[in-house]
């Protein structure tokens, strides 16, 4: 069975700063890999996700995560957050196995507060 | 096109009861996935169903049990109903199998169980 572990689970960051949030998953097999957002009072968004080709994807809000296989990583990186970021983040991974269908497995999550 | 949609938002049950959620995709979806959501465990995979089958279920009790009809609306069912079963219950829908395409979230069924 899969597994996510997302390093932080709080983080603390003044507006313009940087932002990389790490992921790194457990799995032997082929993955489908996603970022997805929960904004207070809202539900689960998609930020952007990662199925085959280029590594680094970007995705909404200027979101962007690269996918290391050797380190079965997909960390998220924003180069300037905003007060607007103020949300939870949830990494998560989805085996491709044989066009079967499997859940999607999530980490535990980060929330991470924009100090304006 | 208008997203997942669950009802009911909010629900109060007591313990042994049993209560039904009910999940609407987004239109074109033929996929239905449910996860369970708390504090204390996170995002947990209950079970996926496409075309009117389960296709693949998480490690929950069988007191969990869902459908899915033929216009791919799917409800979820939690028999006995335990104090820890209170969570949010999330409903994500995708065209095809979740293992092939993105899940789009609904805003989730809150339930207390007291």
């Known amino acids: 069975a899969q597994s996510v572990s997302q390093h932080n689970h709080h983080v603390i960051l003044s507006e313009a700063a940087s932002l990389e949030l790490g992921c790194n998953y457990s799995?032997?097999?082929?993955?489908?890999l996603f970022w997805y957002v929960q904004y207070p009072g809202q539900h689960l968004q998609l930020l952007l996700k990662?199925?085959?080709?280029?590594?680094l994807v970007k995705g909404i809000k200027g979101f962007e995560a690269e996918f290391i296989k050797s380190k079965f990583s997909f960390n998220l990186r924003k180069p300037s957050v905003q007060w607007s970021d103020t949300a939870e983040y949830f990494c998560?991974?989805?085996?491709?196995?044989?066009?079967?269908?499997?859940?999607?497995?999530f980490g535990k999550g980060t929330h991470l507060i924009i100090q304006p | 096109k208008a997203g997942v949609t669950q009802t009911p938002r909010y629900l109060i049950k007591t313990r042994g009861q049993q209560v039904t959620l009910s999940c609407s995709p987004i239109?074109?979806?033929?996929?239905v996935s449910w996860y369970q959501q708390t504090p204390g465990q996170g995002l947990q995979f209950l079970f996926e169903y496409f075309s009117e089958t389960q296709r693949n279920k998480g490690n929950f009790p069988g007191r969990f049990s869902g459908r899915q009809f033929s216009n791919s609306r799917s409800e979820m069912n939690v028999s006995t109903l335990e104090l820890g079963d209170s969570a949010l219950y999330l409903c994500?829908?995708?065209?095809?199998?979740?293992?092939?395409?993105?899940?789009?979230f609904g805003p989730g069924t809150r339930l207390l169980v007291l």
């Open positions: 994500a829908s995708s065209r095809g199998t979740s293992g092939q395409e993105t899940q789009y």
């Open positions: 239109s074109g979806h033929r996929s």
């Open positions: 799995y032997g097999g082929t993955v489908n």
């Open positions: 990662y199925f085959s080709g280029d590594p």
């Open positions: 998560a991974v989805n085996a491709r196995s044989g066009g079967g269908a499997d859940g999607l497995t």
